[in-house]
């Protein structure tokens, strides 16, 4: 390892690859209890990303152009991995960096599945926990319903998706959210870290790719919504629960799935892997 461990320039590449593959050691070391509970946390930052970013969306439709309402979702969202990496969670679509120790033998296959497996159920605790008390709160009714209006036409549009769309769309999406770690890996400071983040986290968002941990918060507020949101709301938005036949628990878990499986790709392939190709492939034994 020769990563420096004090300065104030940014780490260079293979400064960079070589923390990443540390940190990757690193968090598989952590007790099971550890893992879930910040694995909680980061579901519920990355669901108060959401929701943030649906609030701002609320009542934009036919006022603001459509890429610059998603900019300004995607601006907000960036709130959820801020406070990941500067706050300290475990995201499961962050973690897809750990491929870089397992490529150099570092790691074992076990080990890093060990830690997956129980910070993704972490993020499905915390996402779904979180939206449970959006839903109770009562913060979806806001702006005469024109935020519950955002997060059922986003859960159901999601929920609708083919297997092959969603896959490569979660693909795409952990590109962006591993090369906005990749950065943040890299920074001095606070201000470099969420600076970092924004643009690539962003760039995600007004695309519309899809990330496994978001969709977690989205579609169950959607379905908390359509199930039991009061009369009061359908009729300000002059609609009924079967307007959104595609918003049902199986259409979640069909959404979930190839996300999932797609931000492992795009995060631990056509990032950690590739990096890991680059700089750590030829390092002496």
Known sequence: MTTPDHGIDALLPQEIAEKAEAVGIQKTRRDAVTLFVLGVLAGAFIALGAMFATTVLAGADGVLPFGVSRLLAGIVFCLGLILVVVGGAELFTGNALMVMALAAAKLKLSEMLRAWVIVYVGNFVGAIGTALLVFLSGQYLLGGGSVAAVALELGASKAALPFGQAFFLGTLCNVLVCLALWLSIGARSVTDKVLAIVFPVSAFVVAGFEHSVANMYLIPLALMVKAFAPDSLWTALSVTP?????????????????????NIVG????????YWFVYLRTRPK
Do not use: C, D, K, R
């Not at 079967?242 to 797609?262: C, D, H, I, R």
């Open 242 to 262: 079967e307007s959104f036949a595609n918003l049902t628990v199986a259409g979640f878990f069909a959404n979930l799935v190839p996300v999932t499986l797609g």
């Open 267 to 274: 995060g631990g392939v056509l990032v950690g892997g590739v």
